[in-house]
Structure formats: structure tokens, C-alpha cells
């Protein structure tokens, strides 16, 4: 399959030189990974596991998988039960009228460590109109290539601004007088959450790890800080209250992969003086 004509609308947003993590996966589960990574390879096209692309890494290949898969998935839905943007979106393709920015995002929420099945980052798609410049969707591609998320209602993530991740590093900084580097983008469970379409700034500063927050305050997590076990120490509503009552109320429960969850603790808040969303709830991370 040749790659479409693409390239030209693509913006190639700065990609983070190289992901991190507070924790690491388990060496069996890592291990487990080769025989994904294998299958995937040896895939034949019309194969239910092919992609043109499998763990892709460029852009220009990250793209490649997206539009493959799109149509493929779309077929299989009739065009009056498509949300609006899907099909908005498929109507661009068709024309070729849309534009594409693309994100790394890191994955630090409980499914990174799983076996048989790698998925150490997400390839964001952010789909706008050529014309307008309007954000029509995102999509979301696991770091195996495969579409994950094909279309997603923009009402609250319209309000994540999404810059590249230095420019988003850069703001954080004057906002709150810190000097950070190695800034990513994250997705994260607990009660700080970023999801894959709406992730978090997270960098590194003055020997911790810190967040930003979709309403914009900074949360900082002690690399040494006390690790919590998912089904030991947090988990279930019996487990998680008395953690959630030992953070008080600048505290956080962060996911950081796999089984392991940590405190985040609030260290800036944003400057906005509109009024800021509700605490999350202490439901099981």
C-alpha cells in the first residue's frame, strides 16, 4: 500500500527525545511483549492483525496505519449512526480537505504493564479542517499502530489546549517560577486524570516529577515517594479512603503504570480567576 498524500498537511509538532517513566514494568511482562511485536510483523494484508506500519514511529507511518484502519472501521458503521465528526471526518479524508497534528503521550496509567501487549505510549491525532482551521476530533493510536479511539465529542477537550511540548513547558514555567526539562505528555488514572484524548504536561524539575493538570495547577510527585499497590493498598472505595483522607485535600492519587499508583501532591495553581471544576470524587482509581 502506497502512503496518501498526506504529508503536506501533517503538522510535524516536536516529539520528546526520549519518553520516561518513575517506574518500570515487570521483566516477565516485557518479555511477554516479543511475541505481540512478532505477530504483528508477520501479518499479511487482509489479515485481522496487519497494519501497514506496526509500531510506527515516524509521523509520516503513524499516519499511514491511521488512514488504513479509518475507512476500514467506518464501513462497518452506517453513516446515520456515525457522531457527527466521524462523519465529518470521513467526508474530509474523501476530499482530502483536513489537517493533521500529532502528539506523543506517554502512558503512565494501569494498562502500561500489561502482558502480551505493549503500550508504553498513544499516538494523538488531532483532525481539523484545512479550511476553517476548526478541531473537528481526536483519535487515538496505540503505540502498536492499532486505532484505538476513533472519534471523540470536543466540548471539554477544545478546552485542553494542546501545544507542542516545549511551548507548553515554556508556559508552565512562567506561570510558575520553575525551571523545568523533559516534558511530555501523559495519561493517567486515580484521582489526578488525564485521559488519552485530554493528557497532562508532565516534566521534570529540581529532582521531582511534576503534572499539569487539565485545569491548569502543578502537582508534584517525590520520585522516592511511597508506592501504593493497586488491589493491596488502593482500589476499591474501603482502600482508597483512608489514602484519599492522608492527602488532604492538595493531594492527589497519580497512577504512574502498571499496579503502582503515588501521591501527587498540589504545589501552584492557575492564575485564571474563572471558577475551577469540582475535586475529583474518591471513586476506585
Known amino acids: 500500500m502506497k502512503t496518501p ?21 515487570p521483566p516477565e511482562v516485557v518479555q511477554s511483549w516479543a511475541s505481540q511485536e512478532a505477530a504483528l510483523r508477520a501479518a499479511k494484508p487482509g489479515g485481522p492483525l496487519y497494519l501497514p506500519r506496526p509500531f510506527p514511529k515516524s509521523k509520516a507511518e503513524i499516519m499511514e496505519d491511521y488512514l488504513y484502519e479509518l475507512p476500514l472501521l467506518l464501513k462497518e458503521t452506517p453513516a446515520g449512526s456515525l457522531p457527527k465528526e466521524a462523519a465529518a471526518v470521513r467526508e474530509g479524508v474523501h476530499k482530502q480537505t483536513l489537517r493533521y497534528e500529532i502528539l506523543r503521550i506517554v502512558n503512565w496509567s494501569p494498562t ?44 471539554d477537550e477544545r478546552a485542553v489546549h494542546l501545544r507542542p511540548e516545549a511551548e507548553e513547558l515554556h508556559g508552565a514555567e512562567s506561570r510558575f517560577k520553575l525551571r523545568g526539562e523533559d516534558p511530555q505528555y501523559v495519561t493517567t488514572f486515580g484521582t489526578l ?53 492522608s492527602l488532604g485535600p492538595e493531594g492527589r492519587l497519580v497512577s504512574l503504570g ?10 501552584g495553581r492557575r492564575t485564571s480567576k474563572a471558577p475551577a471544576p469540582a475535586p475529583p470524587s474518591a471513586a476506585s482509581p
Open 5 to 25: 498524500a498526506f504529508a503536506a498537511a501533517v503538522l510535524l509538532l516536536a516529539a520528546p527525545s526520549g519518553a520516561w517513566n518513575l517506574v518500570g514494568c
Open 193 to 245: 486524570r488525564c485521559s488519552k484524548t485530554s493528557p497532562c504536561l508532565a516534566f521534570r524539575a529540581a529532582g521531582r516529577a511534576h503534572v499539569v493538570s487539565n485545569e491548569g495547577d502543578l502537582f508534584e510527585i517525590d520520585p522516592q515517594g511511597r508506592h501504593l499497590e493497586m488491589g493491596k493498598d488502593v482500589g476499591t472505595p474501603e482502600l482508597n479512603a483512608p489514602v484519599l483522607k
Open 258 to 267: 502498571g499496579k503502582v499508583f503515588t501521591a501527587a501532591r498540589r504545589v
Open 112 to 155: 502500561r504493564c500489561e502482558k502480551e501487549r505493549r503500550l508504553d505510549a498513544y499516538h494523538l491525532i488531532r483532525v481539523f479542517d484545512g479550511k476553517s482551521g476548526r478541531e473537528i476530533t481526536r483519535s487515538v493510536l496505540d503505540e502498536s499502530g492499532r486505532l484505538q479511539v476513533i472519534s471523540v465529542t470536543l466540548e
